[in-house]
């Protein structure tokens, strides 16, 4: 039994330490090296006066405007109420749709006010929804802009972010797109018509007409800027940062990657997308799938502050005198659920959209475990209880290679007696006990590493459970029964303030609640099954591991500890009949 205890130690002990310890070994570094080069690249800015005009500035052919907008300083009020004095301070027309609100900035034509209606940011009911988007003059600047460029040897004064557009209704709701119309002074008509659906996707239709008499050249363009660095989870196991697809591939940039290298270019000829995601939402600029475009990842300092720019720049346009020409984009701002991406990349031709949601290199078990788990809720209406179907399915499936690892293990609590005679005969010689051990094992026919495969077994589904719980928001704020209201994060309950009896907030490191206290107790009962190891240190080790893993998993989301201590009372269940079938009368002794 010493190698099945070894072994068990190294699947799960060794396993979670990679899971929990990647994040402080390679993430950390690189988070700080990132700080390290921001703080060089600040020291080598000057420090510029807030600029009186935030319009973007046409730049060459190859690149859209760099956006603007710098954020003042900050403000005496809190950055809601700076945000709706933005939003207040022009005229917009109003969003009115299913799932968002918001409003367009008429001047610029920016989508620049957004929010998800349907998503607070806490349990409780009168938690505000997120917000998504804010203005350029914004503390926490966040937004959209599309527009055309004009060709450097054949210039044309085109709309910027001070162009006050008009507009042929005051709002914009699906089923009813708004037109915004623009003319310069050399005959150019400018047209954007705005469409949304009823979840998450705006089209954008860019039209130039020329009523001129000479032709002009234009380079459409689309772009998103952030303001600030935004907080990261820091978890190796997600990806938050810049991304997008080209040429078919994935591409995943970092914050600190783009800060390094001030820009990044790609390049597409057959389609794709570029985007920004945090843990759960995602602004995606999707261009013309049917023509090619280039984008690029950039970061800038303004005013010491960090701003990120993602944006493509489509192929040029030659509008004749009397021609049209137009282009037609696509932005996605809101959830990243799994069913409505999949939609998105089959209806809109939209590639690898899905991928958007980080299931990882395992994304062959990760995806198909949270697809089950999204039919088991819909049949159940509770993730919780879908955990505990997933549970019992799984225990299905591998119930024949635990029984047959079950009985080895019974066959070992019946020669406890004949080892521990072994090791009082040969406590001193190591070698010659670990000799008398294998040819008692081979006499009885007994396999000391069969323990290790229900064990071996969980691990996977283990992590792939946990990868599901992590990414997918439509386990975000799911709740169970009892104190459980959210089983994505973990149990709000603490031992140490008597479970909410005393008046304290615990730090983390002491935050152990209910559940995973249930889980500790379900591992020692399920330990207590197991043979002792003849190693009394090793023993010792042993009965130490069920407190190790209730701290351990004490900051893992509650569908996950619920999902271990489940699984470890069939375990208990099924391991007990047999060990009873087996003849080992009192198998908790």
Not at 6 to 13: F, H, R, S, T, Y
Request: hydrophobic share 45%.
């Amino acid at each position: 039994m010493m190698g099945d205890n070894k072994n068990l130690i190294i699947a799960i002990v060794v396993s979670l330490s990679i899971l929990l310890g990647f994040q402080f070994f390679y993430e950390a570094p690189r988070l700080h090296e990132a700080a390290q080069r921001k703080q060089a690249l600040e020291a080598t800015q000057p420090k510029p006066a807030i600029p009186s005009s935030t319009a973007p500035s046409p730049g060459a052919p190859g690149a859209p405007p760099e956006a603007v907008g710098v954020p003042p300083a900050v403000p005496a009020i809190s950055p809601a109420e700076e945000r709706a004095q933005k939003v207040a301070s022009g005229a917009r027309i109003k969003i009115v749709s299913p799932r968002l609100a918001g409003s367009i900035a008429l001047q610029g034509g920016r989508l620049d006010d957004l929010t998800l209606s349907t998503y607070r940011e806490r349990t409780d009911q009168d938690s505000p929804p997120i917000t998504l988007f804010s203005p350029a003059s914004a503390k926490n600047a966040y937004y959209a802009e599309f527009g055309w460029s004009a060709a450097a040897d054949n210039p044309a004064k085109v709309p910027d972010a001070n162009t006050l557009w008009t507009a042929n209704r005051t709002e914009l709701a699906p089923q009813t797109p708004v037109t915004l119309s623009w003319s310069n002074d050399n005959g150019l008509t400018f047209e954007r018509v705005i469409a949304v659906d009823d979840a998450y996707v705006f089209t954008i239709t860019e039209r130039v007409t020329n009523r001129g008499v000479q032709a002009a050249t234009l380079f459409p363009w689309g772009l998103v800027s952030r303001a600030g660095t935004p907080s990261t989870s820091g978890f190796y196991i997600l990806h938050e940062g810049p991304l997008g697809v080209f040429d078919g591939t994935l591409s995943e940039l970092s914050y600190g990657d783009v800060l390094d290298k001030g820009r990044i270019a790609k390049k597409s000829s057959n389609g794709g997308w570029i985007g920004l995601t945090d843990k759960y939402w995602l602004t995606a600029l999707v261009p013309d799938q049917k023509q090619q475009f280039s984008a690029t990842f950039n970061h800038q300092l303004k005013n010491g502050a960090d701003r990120y720019q993602i944006d493509f720049l489509g192929d040029a346009k030659t509008v004749p005198p009397g021609g049209t020409a137009e282009v037609t984009s696509r932005l996605f701002a809101g959830a990243k659920e799994v069913d409505l991406l999949e939609r998105y990349a089959e209806s809109v031709g939209i590639p690898s959209f899905d991928k958007a949601i980080d299931f990882g290199w395992f994304y062959f078990l990760t995806k198909p475990l949270f697809k089950l788990l999204a039919y088991f809720n819909h049949q159940l209406g509770n993730f919780g209880l879908a955990i505990l179907l997933l549970t019992v399915i799984v225990k299905l499936i591998f119930f024949p290679l635990a029984n047959k690892s079950y009985k080895a293990m019974s066959a070992m609590k019946k020669l406890q007696p004949e080892m521990m005679k072994l090791r009082e005969r040969f406590g001193e010689d190591r070698q010659r006990m670990n000799q008398e051990l294998m040819a008692l094992y081979k006499r009885e026919k007994a396999n000391p590493l069969a323990g290790c495969l229900p064990i071996a077994v969980q691990i996977p589904v283990f992590f792939a459970l946990y990868k599901v719980m992590f990414v997918t928001i439509e386990m975000r704020h799911a709740p169970f029964y009892g104190w459980i209201h959210d089983l994505s994060a973990q149990d709000p309950t603490s031992l140490f303030n008597l479970f909410g009896l005393i008046p304290w907030d615990p730090p983390n490191f002491l935050h152990i609640g209910i559940w995973p206290i249930i889980m500790g107790g379900s591992m020692f009962l399920q330990q207590k099954l197991n043979p002792t190891p003849p190693d009394p240190i090793q023993a010792k080790m042993f009965m130490l591991l069920p407190l190790f893993f209730t701290f351990l998993l004490a900051n893992f989301p509650a569908g996950l500890v619920i999902y271990w201590t489940w699984n470890n009372v069939l375990s208990i269940a099924q391991q007990w009949v047999i060990m009873k079938r087996e003849g080992v009368a009192n198998p908790a002794a």
